[in-house]
């Protein structure tokens, strides 16, 4: 594994972002656990992805399908027959690997003398599940990709709401591939998070290509909007081969991480496919009848999250900074008494964190010296520390200090909480 990504995986688990899953049963290969401060990344990770994509739009509703299905989904849409990765069987020490992976190709067969491959063989990615208790249960699949939960409950969503086209469908969720090789930290697992929307256009090729472009733009502008280096971005076309069965066309957002140039979110033209396969209509209101063409962004949630930490991971002169931008930082702010062993000081800090956590994620600390609680939030990724010290409780001010600059400014306790909404933007 590449150093830096050493270094987050090991920040990882030290201080409760990620850990492996079922590690005291030896683990589980592809599953991970997040902890208490990975939950609270994600979830603002969604929580920013939802307030781009639904709040702030009239054109988008959001859905939570179920993530088990009537099997019947998966046939229609493809995914029994076509949901697969070419694999390839080392005949020396019969490992498989993805056929299409040529660097890994090239690495493994530095490993042996006499490498030679099988031929390529496709494997199925989709989880089998069995439900019932009695035989024979009934076989279903754990969801290999959210969205065709959108696609099966398009009618209900046009019915239910005054949607019309265009419009867009978001949802969050977990989905499950069966991958052979789980690998690079959470990059590649076998459960994990997607957050996607299904933009419903009228069929059209320049209207569709205007749509893609726009999505496109918009979902680069996000990530860089919440602190991604936009030198380590770019875009990336999918050759005709590499497509998925469902795509007209694609084009992936790749992120240049320690492992090479990966992709973690997908602008789809799915054209009329999943609509057409589940023979789902859209009646416009002066009768005209058409199967709408989708446009799809489809992103991780695991892979924004492990990007955004490379991203943020910083030493500086031997100081470790998470430079996570503010509303993706698990807490927003850290609270501490200058001496823990002063009654009237840590009063004072307690009446300050009570307060600010009613708006702000806010932790307390009033272990050790100031310096080494600096350190600890800094590598956390707290953007603000709060300090009450003895000037405190004459001029009812406290000195707030930045993460990024370490710079320290005294503002009064009253306007502390807009102070701090006003930097979180
Ligand atoms: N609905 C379209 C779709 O699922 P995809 O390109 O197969 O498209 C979309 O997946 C996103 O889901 C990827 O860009 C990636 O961020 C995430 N993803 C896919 N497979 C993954 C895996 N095995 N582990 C983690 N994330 C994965």
């Known amino acids: 594994m590449d150093s830096k990504l050493e270094k987050v995986v090991a920040l990882a688990k030290r201080r409760g972002f990620i850990y492996p899953g079922s590690e005291i049963y030896g683990g589980l290969a592809g599953f991970w656990d997040y902890g208490p401060l990975g939950v609270e990344l994600k979830n603002n990770i969604k929580r920013q992805w939802w307030q781009k994509m639904v709040y702030e739009r009239e054109d988008v509703v959001g859905l939570d399908a179920a993530i088990i299905m009537n099997p019947e989904v998966w046939k229609a849409s493809g995914h029994l027959e076509a949901f697969t990765d070419p694999l390839v069987e080392c005949k020396v020490c019969h490992k498989r690997f993805r056929a299409d992976h040529e660097e890994v190709l090239k690495a493994h067969e530095k490993e042996h003398k006499n490498t030679s491959w099988t031929q390529p063989k496709t494997f199925n990615l989709m989880t089998e599940v069995y439900l019932g208790v009695t035989e024979p249960k009934e076989k279903a699949y754990l969801r290999g990709e959210i969205t065709q939960g959108v696609f099966v409950n398009f009618s209900n969503v046009v019915d239910s709401t005054r949607v019309k086209i265009p419009f867009g469908i978001a949802q969050i969720g977990k989905a499950f591939r069966n991958e052979i090789t789980p690998g690079n930290f959470t990059y590649r697992s076998r459960e994990f998070e997607q957050m996607e929307l299904e933009y419903f256009i009228k069929p059209d090729e320049k209207e569709s290509k205007k749509t893609f472009d726009y999505w496109k733009e918009e979902r680069l502008k996000w990530y860089v909007g919440l602190g991604m280096d936009k030198k380590k971005l770019r875009f990336r076309e999918h050759a005709a081969d590499e497509r998925a069965h469902y795509a007209r066309f694609a084009e992936d957002i790749e992120y240049q991480a320690p492992f090479g140039w990966s992709e973690f979110e997908g602008i789809h033209h799915r054209g009329d496919w999943d609509l057409g396969r589940h023979k789902l209509v859209y009646k416009s209101d002066d009768g005209e009848k058409y199967t709408p063409w989708v446009i799809e962004t489809s992103g991780g949630v695991d892979r924004a999250a492990l990007f955004f930490l490379l991203d943020a991971y910083h030493e500086d002169e031997g100081r470790l900074v998470l430079k996570l931008h503010p509303r993706l930082a698990p807490y927003k702010v850290a609270v501490f008494p200058l001496l823990a062993n002063k009654p009237e000081l840590v ?30 939030q800094d590598e956390i990724g707290t953007p603000w520390c709060i300090t009450v010290d003895f000037d405190s409780l004459k001029d009812n001010t406290v000195t707030v200090r930045d993460r990024d600059t370490a710079k320290q400014e005294r503002i009064d306790i009253d306007k502390l909480s807009s102070h701090l909404q006003t930097k979180l933007g």
């Open 347 to 376: 009063e004072k800090a307690k009446l300050v964190f009570d307060k600010l956590k009613l708006s702000f994620h806010a932790t307390w600390d009033d272990r050790g010296n100031i310096g080494k609680r600096y350190f600890s």
